[in-house]
């Protein structure tokens, strides 16, 4: 039953991936310049979490640390960086770059403190198993897949039940309006990159409780997330998490017939073409 | 002596890219961090082309640099449908297509190792070796590319990618080709890179992956801001700057296993500096 | 005779909305025409329409009896209609000279071959075209501002600006979307002076104008649009004594 293995590390890696996608989509549904920091706060997440744990920190309490410092990292990136461009009138291709060297020098100063080399967590209970339904499932995999939905709801009911996902709703789809009418996007956009980057945090320890911390892991599982962000439509939590899911799945699938080394650059080959036929997402006019 | 000539024909051959790079990003608007991609399919196909068959080195990086006009073409693509801001996304994508198949496809590339052994220029019988000789070839096709990118800048061709850069639709509306333009364009830079990669390939007589992966891109465009997007003098400029850094880092004592971290940490904190305070960098103009 | 331009049965809608519905007018040859009509009425949605820039969902746009069907915005430019915008859409970071450049009809040295390969005859064709760009600035009174960015420009120089740009492609129809909005004393009057000068020439204009005194004083016919529908044609005289237009136009029965 190699499929059935595979279809579910394909789900648990989709609810992984999902949550990157969902902070994700919150963050650039608002903003709409591609943040490819992201990808260095879901590295600073996990590391930030390792040292907790080896300071003697609880599991859980590891994980919280991890949490806060993501969100203030991503308040002060649009703070002290986003913001200051924008107040400048800088172009969408200056923020860009700007997001570039700031993915760099936190990626890198990462490497620099931590070396390039792998670490583990080193904590055993997570490869511990349990069977359900007939398949086999170790405790990490069991915690992505609750933290992933729990995820999932959470965002889904932050951006339609409360006053700040409302407002940041209203300033993603129209940030003019949002400026007169006192919805302060200035403040939401921090708001935004503050809680896009907590969630992402939580991936950020996850994934590596399996793999090991690399501090450039970040970069591909980021545009990945991206892939299904833009696929599932710009600003819709629900198509950024299902066609995370679907890319997982169809990602490990296809060890059935190649080679893993290869299923990063096939899957981004896909979205090439995809972009040239369909380039507003699947579930758009 | 001959340390400094391999800084200066390094610089030289990344001139071509801060060109490539710079009618991209800096005169079209193209967002794109995969010119190392292209950069890297001239190096590896010129060394295939100089190892496997008895073509002499003009033709193959020709050939390589022919290539990679129509891959450039093919990846710019995308960049005629969707948006700025989607675009980078499949830029990003292309860069990490090329690491993988760079990396993974052996029987072609070499993988993980690379190809050594490329063989020197050999022209009229005369083989370039040495760096004092292999500065002649780079300084000609630096020389080249620099009075291809003048000509074409001071022509109408480059106030029509200006235009395109500002207002496409305004551009169509005064009965221009936007797609005949940028396709010109990113032809153009794909020759740059191709004809860079094969200099590069021969120069070395190596080529592995670790040349042409996303830092590499990364490493263009602080080139390119650094130097000053826009202008021949900026994309001059960045490649001699940047190819410096290395060295005076040497002088500073940092222990060998971080180097790499810090010498990429110093990239983008460059990047980040100039954005903020400097957008036309050194001898550019505003981005 | 066939008419200068002839716009027949034009019908686009936008998801629930009906922008056009069976439209249909004529403009003639050495004539200015406005376009007016209440915001909304479709006015630049014929002007998208006609220059290709947006596909009707029917009907046919017909100049000096050849069909513009299917054709576009850039193959329309050389049949010989330009059109401005609305929002300006000039060239900021260019020069004044290089935006009326950018407009001219002559594609030598536009390629990167000829540029590279043909370094002289390229140069001597951008000091003819440069010669010829000065030319069309002094035409609509810019001269002087050649080397001036865009951004650096007064609005009212912009709006000419705007005019320059597009005679620079040698259009003999011209349509001109607001050419004296937000203008105002010397500003509209020199454009209004610009526009009959080039009627002088022999243009053929289509201006969408919602200032009525400047249609009563430029316009040779006005076409009414309202709900994306001609609902009268006659001369300025006519359609502003019209007491039921004055109501859509002023009342906003809508």
Not at chain 1, 127 to 140: Q, Y
Not at chain 2, 38 to 63: C, E, R, S
Not at chain 3, 153 to 164: D, H, N, R, T
Request: hydrophobic share 55%.
């Amino acid at each position: 039953m190699l499929w059935l293995n595979l279809l579910i590390n394909g789900l648990v890696w989709g609810c992984a991936l999902g949550m990157v996608a969902v902070s994700f989509s919150l963050i650039f549904a608002t903003t709409r310049f591609f943040h490819v920091a992201h990808a260095a706060v879901y590295g600073l997440g996990g590391y930030v979490s390792w040292s907790a744990l080896k300071h003697g920190l609880p599991e859980w309490a590891a994980l919280l640390v991890g949490i806060v410092v993501c969100g203030l990292a991503g308040a002060a990136i649009q703070k002290l960086l986003y913001e200051r461009l924008d107040r400048r009138g800088a172009t969408h291709l200056v923020i860009l770059i700007a997001s570039l060297g700031l993915s760099a020098v936190m990626q890198n100063g990462i490497a620099a403190i931590y070396t390039s080399n792998v670490l583990q967590y080193g904590l055993p209970w997570g490869n511990r198993t349990t069977i359900i339904g007939g398949a086999l499932l170790t405790n990490t995999q069991m915690l992505t897949v609750v933290f992933g939905i729990l995820s999932y709801l959470g965002a889904m009911w932050f951006a339609h039940r409360t006053v700040l996902g409302k407002r940041m709703r209203a300033v993603a789809s129209n940030p003019f309006l949002a400026e007169i009418t006192r919805l302060q996007p200035r403040q939401v956009h921090i708001a935004v990159m503050a809680i896009g980057s907590a969630l992402v945090c939580i991936p950020g320890v996850l994934v590596p409780l399996d793999l090991g911390l690399q501090p450039f892991g970040g970069v591909p599982i980021l545009l990945t997330a991206t892939i299904a962000v833009i696929a599932g439509g710009v600003g819709s939590i629900s198509g950024a998490f299902v066609l995370a899911l679907v890319i997982a799945v169809l990602q490990n699938l296809s060890l059935l017939v190649m080679p893993g080394e290869w299923s990063i650059g096939i899957t981004f080959g896909i979205f090439v073409i995809f972009m040239l036929f369909r380039p507003r997402g699947l579930f758009t006019g | 002596m001959d340390f400094l000539t391999t800084y200066i024909v390094l610089a030289e051959i990344y001139v071509l890219l801060g060109l490539s790079t710079n009618l991209l990003v800096g005169i079209v608007g193209i967002f794109s961090v995969s010119q190392a991609a292209v950069f890297g399919v001239g190096a590896y196909l010129t060394a295939f082309l100089l190892m496997h068959t008895a073509l002499p080195f003009p033709v193959a990086v020709l050939l390589a640099a022919a290539f990679c006009v129509g891959l450039n073409i093919l990846v710019t693509l995308p960049s005629l449908r969707v948006s700025g801001d989607y675009f980078v996304v499949t830029s990003f994508g292309i860069q990490l297509l090329a690491t993988a198949v760079f990396t993974n496809w052996t029987g072609g590339t070499g993988g993980a190792n690379g190809l050594p052994g490329v063989p020197a220029p050999l022209i009229l019988g005369h083989e370039f070796t040495e760096p004092t000789e292999f500065i002649a070839l780079t300084t000609i096709g630096m020389a080249l590319g620099c009075l291809c990118f003048w000509l074409m800048m001071r022509a109408p061709f480059g106030a029509l990618l200006r235009a395109i850069r500002e207002d496409e639709l305004a551009v169509a509306a005064l009965g221009k080709s936007v797609l005949g333009a940028k396709v010109s364009a990113a032809a153009l830079a794909g020759a740059f890179a191709g004809s860079a990669g094969g200099l590069y390939a021969t120069f070395l007589s190596f080529v592995d992956p670790s040349s042409f992966d996303l830092d590499a891109s990364i490493f263009l465009l602080t080139m390119v801001v650094v130097g000053g997007a826009r202008t021949l003098a900026g994309s001059v400029l960045g490649p001699f700057v940047l190819l410096a850094l290395p060295q005076i880092l040497a002088l500073i004592d940092i222990p060998t296993s971080i180097a790499a971290a810090a010498r990429q940490l110093i990239y983008g904190l460059l990047l980040i500096v100039f954005m903020l305070f400097r957008p036309q960098g050194l001898l550019g103009e505003k981005l | 005779m066939t008419a200068y331009l002839q716009v027949t049965g034009l019908n686009k809608r936008f998801g629930g909305l009906q922008a056009l519905r069976d439209c249909s007018f004529t403009v003639g040859q050495g004539r200015i025409t406005c376009l007016v009509g209440p915001n909304g009425a479709g006015k630049t949605t014929i002007f998208n329409a006609i220059t290709g820039f947006l596909v009707p969902d029917t009907g046919h746009v017909e100049f000096q009896g050849r069909s513009l069907d299917g054709q576009s915005p850039q193959q329309i430019v050389h049949h010989g209609i330009a059109r401005t915008f609305q929002n300006l859409r000039l060239f900021a970071d260019l020069t004044a000279r290089d935006n009326v450049l950018a407009g001219m009809q002559d594609h030598v040295g536009e390629g990167p071959l000829g540029a590279i390969f043909r370094p002289f005859h390229t140069a001597r064709a951008l000091a003819a075209k440069q010669d010829a760009a000065m030319a069309v600035l002094a035409h609509v009174g810019l001269q002087d501002r050649a080397s001036a960015l865009v951004r650096n420009l007064s609005y009212g120089e912009q709006k000419l600006l705007c005019i320059a740009r597009i005679l620079a492609t040698g259009a003999e129809l011209l349509l001109l979307d607001e050419p004296t909005s937000g203008l105002s004393g010397a500003a509209l009057t020199e454009v209004m002076a610009l526009l009959r000068r080039l009627q002088a020439e022999g243009k053929t204009l289509l201006v969408v104008e919602h200032n009525t005194r400047v249609v009563q004083q430029i316009a040779d016919d006005v076409l009414f649009l309202h709900h994306g529908h001609l609902l009268a044609h006659g001369s300025p005289a006519e359609i502003i004594a019209d007491p039921k237009l004055a109501e859509i136009y002023f009342g906003g029965t809508l």
